[in-house]
C-alpha cells in the first residue's frame, strides 16, 4: 500500500518567512495530493491540493509543488502570520482510493 | 457552508462496551469515511462506504467494528467491544466523488476515551 513521509516534524519560523514542509510518497498510482490544516480540537481542513497532471499550484499565501518522477510534494507558505500556526498533514490518493497521511507538521509562527 | 457534523464531540466508556459514533456527511455526498488519530499521531484511514456498502477498509478496521447507514442521512461506526487502545479521536468525512476526484470534507471528530 502506500506509505507517506513528511518532514520536519516540527517547525518554528518568525512572523512573515517562509515555511517548507516536504512529503515522499511511495505508490506511482497516486494522482492526488491534498494538504490539510488542524488547528486544535479540530478536524483537518483542506487548505490546497494539486494532482498529477499539473507540477504547481499557487493560492495566495500557499503553494504546491509535486515532483511525479521523484514521489514527492512539498508546501511552501510565505508571509507567515501568526494564525498559520497549526498542525499540517500531506497525504496521498488515487481515483476511488482513500487517502495515506504523513505524521504531519508542528507549524509555529513567532510574532 | 455545508459541513459534516459528528456526534458526540466526546465520549467516555468502559473497557468492553459498546459504542456508537455518529454522523451526519454532506447531504449530495456520496462516499463515506471514517479516520482515527491517536494523540499525537497521524490520522489514519479505517474505513471507506459507499452504495450502502464498504468499498474498502484497514487493518485496523477489524471484526469489532462496523459501520452502517441506517437512514438518508446519517453514518455510523460501532465498536461492539472497546479496547483501551481505541483511545483516539475518530473523524468522519465525506466526499462528492472519490477522494482521488473531489474534496473531502472532515467533520470536527468525536474523541474516544476508553477506561
Known amino acids: 500500500g502506500e506509505n507517506v513521509e513528511q518532514h520536519p516534524s516540527t517547525l518554528s519560523v518568525q512572523e512573515g518567512d517562509s515555511a517548507v514542509i516536504k512529503c515522499t510518497y511511495s505508490?506511482?498510482?497516486?494522482?492526488?495530493f491534498p494538504w490539510y490544516k488542524q488547528e486544535l480540537g479540530k478536524g483537518p481542513q483542506l487548505i490546497i491540493d494539486i494532482r498529477s497532471n499539473v507540477g504547481e499550484k499557487k493560492d495566495q499565501r500557499i503553494a504546491v509543488t509535486l515532483n511525479k518522477t521523484a514521489k514527492h510534494f512539498s508546501l511552501h507558505i510565505t508571509e507567515t502570520q501568526p494564525e498559520d500556526s497549526a498542525v499540517y498533514f500531506c497525504?496521498?490518493?488515487?481515483?476511488?482510493?482513500?487517502?495515506?497521511f504523513g505524521k504531519g507538521t508542528m507549524l509555529l509562527v513567532s510574532p | 457552508e455545508p459541513e459534516v457534523t459528528q456526534t458526540p464531540s466526546h465520549q467516555v466508556t468502559q473497557m468492553g462496551q459498546e459504542v456508537i459514533l455518529r454522523c451526519v456527511p454532506i447531504?449530495?455526498?456520496?462516499?463515506f469515511y471514517w479516520y482515527r488519530q491517536i494523540l499525537g499521531q497521524k490520522v489514519e484511514f479505517l474505513v471507506s462506504f459507499y452504495n450502502n456498502e464498504i468499498s474498502e477498509k484497514s487493518e485496523i478496521f477489524d471484526d469489532q467494528f462496523s459501520v452502517e447507514r441506517p437512514d438518508g442521512s446519517n453514518f455510523t461506526l460501532k465498536i461492539r467491544s472497546t479496547k483501551l487502545e481505541d483511545s483516539a479521536m475518530y473523524f468522519c468525512?465525506?466526499?462528492?466523488?472519490?477522494?482521488?476526484?473531489?474534496?473531502?470534507?472532515f467533520g470536527q471528530g468525536t474523541r474516544l476515551t476508553v477506561v
Open positions: 447531504s449530495n455526498h456520496l462516499y
Open positions: 468525512a465525506s466526499s462528492e466523488g472519490g477522494v482521488g476526484n473531489t474534496e473531502a470534507f
Open positions: 497525504a496521498a490518493g488515487s481515483g476511488y482510493s482513500t487517502l495515506t
Open positions: 505508490d506511482s498510482a497516486s494522482n492526488y
